[in-house]
Nanobody, 124 residues
Framework: QVQLVESGGGLVQAGGSLRLSCAVSGDTFMAYTMGWFRQAPGKEREFVAAITWIGGTTYYADSVSGRFTISRNNAKNTLYLQMNRMTPEDTAVYYC?????????????????WGQGTQVTVSS
């Protein structure tokens, strides 16, 4: 089992950038698929991006493709989400997630472990 702790959230103006981090500890996370999800008030938690830890294949939601970049630093056991050209629609709590067997990277039920979330607010 791994433990996940997100950081880096905050308030940013529209058009600005933020970088979220997710510190991974515990089990050998090299075998995990890692993902970012977000949940806005009154909405379902939705997929943002995912990366396979071995190989580094990336996946993105259409709404963030071209603006957000998911990456990982294996040596630091850290997952990142670089968010550029942000809009108020990106306002949400962002969650880091890990899954051992994740077939559909966009399906939240396939992820086993979740962080506590970090708030991101984009002002217009």
């Amino acid at each position: 089992q791994v433990q996940l702790v997100e950081s880096g959230g905050g308030l940013v103006q529209a058009g600005g950038s933020l970088r979220l981090s997710c510190a991974v500890s515990g089990d050998t996370f090299m075998a995990y698929t890692m993902g970012w999800f977000r949940q806005a008030p009154g909405k379902e938690r939705e997929f943002v991006a995912a990366i396979t830890w071995i190989g580094g294949t990336t996946y993105y939601a259409d709404s963030v493709s071209g603006r957000f970049t998911i990456s990982r630093n294996n040596a630091k056991n850290t997952l990142y989400l670089q968010m550029n050209r942000m809009t108020p629609e990106d306002t949400a709590v962002y969650y880091c997630a890990a899954g051992t067997v994740v077939v559909n990277k966009k399906t939240k039920s396939e992820y086993d472990t979740w962080g506590q979330g970090t708030q991101v607010t984009v002002s217009s």
